[in-house]
Each structure stands twice: as structure tokens, then as C-alpha cells.
Nanobody, 124 residues
């Protein structure tokens, strides 16, 4: 069964940067598209970004385009999210997620496996 462990969250001032990591195990990482999903307090999950299995195709929610960059290192079974120009509205728990099939979707709730999440707080 897939296991996903996120790290790298924290408290940052508006305009700051963070880099999230997700260590994957229990499945053949380089065979699957991966996504980042976030959930803000009192709100449902929101898809943020996705990357295909080879790492050469990415997609982003409009709210993070130009500020966030998703990437992966298949040799290390690790997914990343570089977040720049952070805003208070980016405050949320961030999860990496994967489906049982090699598909990425913007339907956040449809993912089969999620990590435990890492808290990102953007505040002055």
C-alpha cells in the first residue's frame, strides 16, 4: 500500500517561500502521476498542482500559477512543491496524494492515498 510522508511546512511571512517534500514508498513511484492538495481551516480539500509520472508535464490551480512549482525526483521517490510569494490565503495543511491508477485529476476528494499532511501558515 502506498505510503506518503510530507515535510517542509512551517510559519512564513507574506511574500516568503517554502519548499515542501513528499517521500513516497510502497508503490512504484515513477509509474504514477502525483498531486498536491491543500485544506484550509473550515474548508474542503482543494487540488493545487499535479505532475505526470515522467515529470515533464505539470498543471496548477489558477490561484498558484506563477508562484508554485511542482517537481519530482524519481530516483529518490520524492515529490516537491516550491512555493514562492506566499499569501495568507495559502495557509492550509498540504498533502501529497496519488490515485490507484496513473491519472491526476483536479477533483481533490477522488485521490486514493494521502499523506499525513504538513501545515503551512502564512502570517505576519
Amino acid at each position: 500500500e502506498a505510503q506518503l510522508v510530507e515535510s517542509g511546512g512551517g510559519l512564513v511571512q507574506p511574500g516568503g517561500s517554502l519548499r515542501l517534500s513528499c517521500q513516497a514508498s510502497g508503490f512504484t513511484f515513477n509509474n504514477y502521476a502525483m498531486s498536491w492538495v491543500r485544506q484550509a481551516p473550515g474548508k474542503g480539500p482543494e487540488w493545487v498542482s499535479a505532475i505526470n509520472s515522467g515529470g515533464d508535464s505539470t498543471s496548477y490551480h489558477d490561484s498558484v500559477k506563477g508562484r508554485f512549482t511542482i517537481s519530482r525526483d524519481n530516483a529518490k521517490n520524492t515529490l516537491y512543491l516550491q512555493m514562492n510569494s506566499l499569501k495568507p490565503e495559502d495557509t492550509a495543511v498540504y498533502y501529497c496524494a496519488v490515485k490507484k491508477v496513473n491519472i491526476a485529476t483536479s477533483r481533490a476528494a477522488s485521490y486514493d492515498y494521502w499523506g499525513q499532511g504538513t501545515q503551512v501558515t502564512v502570517s505576519s
